[in-house]
């Protein structure tokens, strides 16, 4: 009895602290994703606006994950990467992006969030998060969804996609 519980106990020590060593996907194809979808960003618009939302950067919610247990900060990723998908379901007539760059980018996201999903063990979502991608969709309303407002959002992606792979690599040890 000892022994299988010892082993339980064992095995779930090593699932959730040890997520790089069990989750291949994390290792093999994490930065590979990572890099396409920062790529395809690129593509869809020209040079990042210098202009800002009114919704500041959540630094503080990315300082919290980092501090957080390898499984919440997976949960944080995926969050991250659905929440940013999301905002691509709002109106982008006014933008001259290629529909064939977005529905590309939109797949890698949602192939990196998938496989993220496929490493975690829990489900705990950010309020704080949730709220701050509303914030953004209440921008982009606001703005008229013109290609000025999604530009303002591209960056805000971008920001948001370097601060998931410095949060993997170095949760992970993924380079």
């Not at 529909?99 to 950010?126: H, I, P, Y």
Request: some cysteine; hydrophobic content about 45%.
């Amino acid at each position: 009895m000892f022994s299988k519980t010892f082993f339980v106990c064992f095995f779930l020590t090593l699932h959730s602290e040890g997520l790089s060593m069990m989750c291949r996907w994390m290792d093999h194809k994490f930065s590979q994703h990572s890099e396409s979808s920062l790529a395809l960003l690129r593509v869809m618009g020209g040079s990042f606006t210098m202009d800002t939302t009114e919704v500041p950067f959540p630094n503080a919610l990315y300082t919290q994950a980092s501090e957080a247990s390898s499984a919440d900060q997976l949960v944080f990723m995926v969050q991250t990467l659905e929440e940013m998908a999301g905002l691509f379901e709002e109106d982008q007539q006014a933008v001259s992006w290629e529909e064939s760059s977005v529905d590309d980018f939109l797949n890698v996201v949602a192939q990196q969030a998938e496989g993220l999903r496929s490493c975690m063990v829990s489900q705990k979502q950010s309020k704080k998060l949730h709220m701050y991608f509303k914030r953004l969709s209440h921008v982009l309303k606001q703005k008229g969804h013109s290609a000025e407002a999604w530009e303002l959002i591209r960056k805000e992606i971008r920001m948001h996609l370097l601060k998931i792979d410095l949060l993997a690599s170095s949760a992970f040890n993924t380079a």
